[in-house]
């Protein structure tokens, strides 16, 4: 069995282009004892994935040039030597930008198609949705009356942060670019307010859709807009800090206050900042997560989105509109057939 | 009845002069019901007070020209208006930099000169040493067989925060400028390591006190010192901020890493940041604290040293020394004679 892969061919500076990526075919050893062979029904792209792209030691080590690229799938179970899958099997998985893999069962979980559709085992049920429920519940806290702020908005990660926090009472405004998703995040995730970094009168706007200042900013971008944010704080605010992808395409240092403003800053209002993997709260709240946002799901209280491109092939250039906020909502790449769709409609 | 004042005349620019600070005479007016008449026996000089002397907003409104200097103060009852007090009494209080005041007993904390000597309620037993109990003890949480690292280390705060630390079963590493401090630390405080920031080696130095890195940095300079030790940090790393007062003087902005990429670092390790004042955690930890650091005093395992200058003349230039790093241990100021005393030599 081959497998058709696409590898890290050069490490981005800025902008990642077509050229840093290359595309081959490997040929897979067949499944030992314990292992299954797999094929790619959807490829999860994530904005963590450009940090592994450089060669910079962050929370994990970066991809080696050559290698095919990592990323979190939704996969077929062709062939099992494993007591716990079988053929027709729909599991997640971790196999990365390819057509077909072979992967030991253990790490391997099992999904449900009539609890909800598997491409949101990606998002929404998925690690997106996971970085929400923790950042929130375990380190923002919001109360009643409340504001939670958070950037990339119509994300997986901000649109689940926003409608988790009103389930908890807290007032949520959502930053985001453009009109387009301005627009959504209020229509159809339900937002109290929503601020359009790209408007020229942005720090006013923001301004005025935060009378009472922010009691919780969900960092997810950093950069000029989480700057502008956390100069909003109040006293006893909380930052939970999931990803810093503003600039992750930059080649110069941002602007803004030094380390010794921010503390600072931190001392004068009390405030709390905390960075997170939301792999460290697996073992405690896992479980949880996936009862209250399955329920959130079916009663209608939680709502998501997906942008899905077609083929292996597209996943470079959906890469880089991801990096630039071209897609609204979970992007994901369709490389094989959805055995659980009746029709090609988005099953958002 | 008439208070000797040292108020402030201009708010200084870069260290302050001696002509930032004026001194005059106030008549007072005889204590109400409720209240009564106070002779300073020690006012506490601390890092905060410059801050305040700034026309900048904090945590609190600065400090207006013209009024007498704030500060915290052991007196003694000289005539009393309440039930609560009777002359002769020694209280804690918050009078400032001055001879005599008129206060509400209510606002005041009768000392007991039996259980420690009553300047211990400006240092160790006061708001420093509660700053570092709470700090730690809510905040930073070492674990036994971390490493607890802490700058500005002799002083009233630093070394109660090494002392706890031990305590508390971790590894403890101070920083402090110049050879006389830092032997203190190691032969007087029980530190198991110090390092000198003054040293051209701070940085090689530094790498050779923190074999296995820091999981809690205590900070309360800021500044080159704070950021070489946040860079140390080690993933769950903790930070308490209580101050920043490195650069207090400064009239230029401090080089370091901008927001972004302080951001970047919280999220690689899994960083906790918080500012915090001692006064939030009054009403939960208070008794306890009390009740602790008095034990640990009595038993040896707590031992302090205390820096105390004649007279309330004496104040203006203690101050501008006490930002310079030239006390070692709790600066005090003896404005009156202690009627606890039995001799002249230092309490410690």
């Known amino acids: ?40 029904v ?6 963590y994935m450009r940090g592994r792209m450089n060669d910079a030691a962050s929370y994990a080590e970066p991809w080696r040039l050559g290698d095919v690229l990592q990323g979190g799938t939704v996969c077929e179970v062709l062939e099992s030597r494993s007591v ?20 030991d069962a253990e790490g391997l979980r099992r999904l ?10 990606l998002g929404v049920l998925g690690m997106p949705g996971f970085t929400a429920y923790t950042g929130l519940r375990v380190i923002g806290r919001p109360q009643p009356g409340e504001t939670v702020a958070v950037a990339a908005a119509t994300g997986p990660v901000g649109s689940a942060v926003g409608q988790i926090a009103r389930i908890d009472g807290a007032r949520v405004v959502g930053i985001a670019g453009g009109p387009r998703k301005c627009r959504a995040l209020v229509e159809d995730f339900g937002f109290d307010a929503a601020v359009d970094h790209r408007s020229p009168a942005f720090e006013a706007d923001l301004d005025r859709a935060l009378p009472d200042g922010v009691d919780v900013y969900f960092e997810n ?9 956390i100069e909003r704080l109040n006293r006893f605010g909380r930052v939970p800090v999931c990803g810093v992808v503003a600039g992750a395409n930059s080649t110069t240092p941002p602007d803004g206050p030094v380390l010794h403003a921010v503390l600072r800053h931190v001392l004068s209002r009390s ?20 009862e209250d946002m399955t329920g959130w799901i079916r009663d209608g209280s939680v709502t998501y ?16 509109g991801l990096l630039t906020g071209r897609n609204l909502g979970k992007l994901l790449v369709r490389v094989g057939e959805d055995p659980t769709r009746v029709a090609d409609s988005d099953a958002s």
Not at 17 to 28: I, K, P, V, Y
Not at 221 to 229: E, P, T, Y
Not at 271 to 290: C, K, M, N, S, W
């Open 221 to 229: 971008v950093g950069g000029a807009v989480g700057q502008a944010v």
């Open 84 to 103: 716990a899958l079988a053929p027709g099997d729909l599991v997640l998985a971790y196999t990365g930008w390819q057509t077909h893999a072979v992967a």
């Open 271 to 290: 405030l709390l900042i905390r960075g997170f993997l939301q792999a460290e709260f697996v073992p405690t709240h896992h479980d949880a997560f996936l």
């Open 1 to 40: 069995m081959k497998s058709r892969q696409i590898r890290l061919a050069a490490r981005p500076v800025g902008e990642p282009r077509a050229s840093d990526f290359e595309t081959g075919m490997a040929e897979l050893d067949p499944p030992a004892d314990g292992q299954v062979l797999l094929r790619t």
């Open 42 to 47: 959807y490829l999860s792209l994530d904005p």
């Open 112 to 121: 449900d198609p009539a609890q909800a559709p598997v491409s949101t085992a």
């Open 305 to 320: 989105r997906e942008d899905i491109v077609e083929g292996l092939e597209a996943a470079p250039e959906a890469f880089r």
